[in-house]
């Protein structure tokens, strides 16, 4: 007799089968991203040509030649794919800068390549429209601030790795290298999108350098030093701060001067005395005069 099992054995599915499966999965991936990316280039070239982003959806299926049904698979409208040329452009220019910034010899050298970087990304150029940066992330920034931050991801994520790098290197003072990496990028991006300071009677841009040197002043700490400064503060510093401000100098009075004070006010304190001394006196002259 041959022995029964007592639970059915799973038979494992064929290499062959699980091959064709996953070259299934991969032609319909790479169908898939070619569909999305003839969506995005017709979404561009409609920018381009309109010099906005008001544009419809038909339009965009009508110019990729794809159907409204392959859209709809893809982006739930118009804003998800305005959202996609957004992110798509911002991890573009995160992985020029990274490129570019590596010819920096030290850390800080390489940071503010990358900031000059992003500065002159984000400044307007005269007779060239960037309606996605100019019109789109501004209202995404108003009604969407987290998708907005989930962009700017790849950036920040490098921005990041310079600031640490630089502490590390003791070149800067940052407690919070991601925060400080987030107030270096924004105030590059949004200086250099902002009008020109007033000074005087004539505005006056504000360059990349003074960008710099702002951030810079930052990140090395207060005395402007290049390495780390530490404050150890000791069990007799609230004494010392207490020496720094004196308390109001007085002087004791010698006994000539109490003295001096008594006799000055002694004078006030027999003036009640002396008042009821004349009061008796009366009564007893009056009291002394005959009876009519």
Aim: charged share 25%.
């Amino acid at each position: 007799m041959s022995a029964v099992p007592a639970e059915p054995v799973e038979t494992p599915e064929p290499a062959w089968r699980q091959r064709a499966v996953e070259r299934s999965t991969r032609a319909a991936k790479l169908r898939a991203e070619q569909r999305v990316q003839r969506f995005l280039d017709a979404a561009q070239e409609l920018i381009a040509d309109k010099g906005t982003t008001d544009f419809t959806v038909q339009e965009v299926v009508e110019r990729s030649r794809q159907s409204l049904r392959s859209f709809y698979q893809h982006f739930d409208g118009k804003h998800e794919l305005l959202l996609a040329l957004f992110e798509d452009a911002l991890s573009k220019s995160a992985a020029e800068i990274r490129e570019r910034a590596a010819a920096g010899r030290d850390p800080l050298e390489r940071l503010k390549i990358a900031v000059d970087l992003l500065y002159a990304s984000s400044t307007p150029r005269a007779g060239q429209q960037s309606p996605l940066f100019t019109d789109f992330a501004i209202q995404l920034l108003v009604t969407h601030p987290d998708q907005v931050a989930t962009a700017h991801l790849p950036l920040l994520a490098y921005f990041t790795e310079l600031v640490e790098e630089a502490v590390a290197a003791g070149q800067a003072v940052a407690a919070k290298p991601r925060r400080t990496a987030s107030l270096i990028m924004q105030t590059a991006m949004f200086t250099a999108q902002a009008p020109a300071a007033p000074v005087g009677a004539h505005p006056s841009p504000i360059t990349a350098e003074e960008v710099w040197a702002f951030c810079l002043g930052g990140l090395r700490g207060p005395g402007g030093t290049q390495t780390p400064v530490t404050t150890t503060v000791t069990e007799d510093a609230p004494a010392t701060t207490r020496k720094a401000a004196p308390a109001k100098k007085t002087t004791a009075a010698t006994p000539q001067k109490r003295t001096a004070a008594a006799k000055k006010a002694a004078p006030a304190k027999k003036a009640a005395p002396a008042k009821k001394a004349t009061a008796g006196k009366a009564a007893a002259t009056k009291a002394a005069r005959p009876q009519s």
